[in-house]
């Protein structure tokens, strides 16, 4: 039996097809696709109408091969960010970009109304500027005339979930990110979203990843010869279903998502929302299974991807793959940067960016690229320390193993860097792990596998790990003090 993951990051969108077999799970790559934001005179926007239409291509892809051995398909997306639907399901704007510029000052403004410790009381969400939260008081502000018109607001999985089905319904680990959703009350936060003046009625319902939608619609059966393939919930937001392919054994580890951003932390039964994880503003997102992925969002290889961005336009063109080799070649320098500092959320030059911060916090100047892209790695690995420090400290345990997955387990230096850095041994993999997540779900919600647990197990078999153990504590311990100093 087949299923089909729709796995949408913040660069490309991939089509991959997973297929159960004498309990291992083999994938394959039907289609991938560009996903990129545009730029129009209002702001950024995600060009969701294309996206619709290459995920048709890829079902077209996917059915011509697989017939009716597909049994089922799921989106998962990033989280935050949202469509607003008027009358007649009319989708009243491009769904705006998490890095438009549209919200900045919006969360302190946010603040004056009801105070920072009572939205985490209620969410127990990290505070970002761009939570659906601030995007949604930024509509109030700058286009309350199209708020006033919507009749539906939709996750961006949801949206695509609507396209395929003709339901409008929402899914749990997606809706956690909003900062608009209580989890202990598993209801919206009506009470905190009314005292913003926000518009309550246009909140869906709220399923749990696993939860069966049904078949396409006729038009886009017709359209893609898929037949009436059977479209399922995933843990649609990707970081939860990159935690539910995470390889683990045991409960007392931390893991790593790793791709543009990296979320950072351990899965728990319940949220954890307390005076600690607010000063130290750790969020706790729905997972698969009725679990909670407690954890920080941390700036991941955005850093690397923009460095490689800059230097194309100037008419230089690195692979990942050569960036890489270029910082591991390169002499370490006594240089570090705070990842998640405000000036490399989205500056026009990273390298500028990343040596101004360096020469403004008087340390020594990475010149060359190779040193510019090891001082990014180096800082991200130390990051890594920061937070599995605070996740201790929140737990009262030690977290003995790192796993780490997703895209950034193919670049090896990471994940040395992170070992060396947490002191922990890492094992990497699968770098596929947010759609292998997605199909597990999808064999779950089919009867294919009893629970996460066997789920765990299928991917120990199936996918190639590999252990990186610690190396150089002393200097990394000497780098990380440093790295202190500038986060305190």
Not at 78 to 91: C, P, T
Not at 185 to 211: E, Q, S
């Amino acid at each position: 039996m087949g299923y089909l993951a729709f796995d949408l990051g913040a660069e490309s969108g991939r089509a991959i097809v997973g297929t159960l077999q004498d309990g291992r799970l083999t994938l394959e790559e039907i289609y991938r696709f560009p996903n990129e934001p545009v730029r129009v005179p209002d702001g950024l926007h995600w060009d969701v109408l294309r996206l619709f239409h290459e995920m048709k291509e890829g079902l077209r892809r996917a059915a011509a091969r697989y017939g009716r051995n597909l049994k089922g398909m799921a989106v998962d997306t990033w989280g935050v960010d949202f469509a607003l639907l008027g009358e007649r399901d009319i989708l009243l704007s491009n769904p705006y970009h998490y890095r438009d510029r549209r919200t900045e000052g919006v969360m302190e403004e946010a603040f004056k109304l009801v105070p920072k410790e009572e939205i985490f009381s209620q969410t127990g969400i990290q505070f970002l500027p761009f939570n659906s939260l601030y995007q949604l008081l930024a509509w109030r502000q700058q286009q309350p005339a199209l708020l006033k018109q919507t009749r539906t607001m939709l996750m961006i999985p949801d949206l695509f979930n609507y396209f395929f089905t003709g339901v409008k319904a929402g899914e749990f680990t997606n809706a956690t990110t909003t900062q608009m959703y209580n989890p202990r009350t598993g209801t919206w936060a009506v009470d905190l979203l009314t005292r913003f003046d926000l518009p309550v009625h246009m909140l869906p319902d709220v399923k749990p990843a696993g939860t069966v939608l049904g078949p396409v619609l006729p038009g886009v059966a017709r359209e893609t010869g898929a037949g009436e393939i059977t479209v399922i919930l995933p843990g649609s937001h990707d970081t939860a279903s990159a935690v539910a392919a995470v390889p683990a054994t045991g409960p007392d580890y931390m893991y790593i998502s790793c791709g543009t951003w990296s979320l950072v932390g351990t899965e728990v039964r319940e949220p954890v929302i307390n005076d600690q994880t607010l000063k130290l503003n750790f969020t706790n997102e729905g997972g698969v299974g009725g679990t909670f992925r407690l954890l920080k969002n941390v700036t991941g290889l955005w850093m690397v991807q923009e460095c490689r961005r800059t230097w194309a336009r100037m008419g230089e063109n690195f692979s990942y793959g050569e960036l890489a080799a270029m910082a591991r070649e390169a002499q370490p320098i006594p240089a570090v940067v705070d990842p998640d500092h405000p000036a490399f959320l989205n500056p026009e030059n990273m390298p500028e960016a990343i040596q101004a911060y360096c020469r403004e916090t008087g340390q020594p100047v990475p010149e060359t690229k190779g040193e510019i892209v090891r001082c990014a790695l180096e800082s991200l690995a130390l990051k890594y320390r920061w937070v599995l420090e605070r996740l201790e400290g929140i737990l009262g345990k030690r977290l003995a193993v790192v796993h780490m997955v997703g895209g950034g387990t193919q670049n090896e230096l990471l994940c040395r860097f992170t070992a060396g850095a947490t002191g922990r041994p890492v094992v990497a993999g699968p770098v596929e792990a947010t759609a292998v997540g997605n199909l597990l779900v999808q064999a779950m919600a089919m009867g294919e596998i009893s629970n996460l647990d066997e789920g765990r197990e299928i991917v120990r078999r199936s996918f190639a790990l590999k252990t990186y153990e610690p190396e150089d504590q002393g200097e990394w311990d000497e780098k990380y003090a440093k790295f202190v100093g500038l986060v305190s």
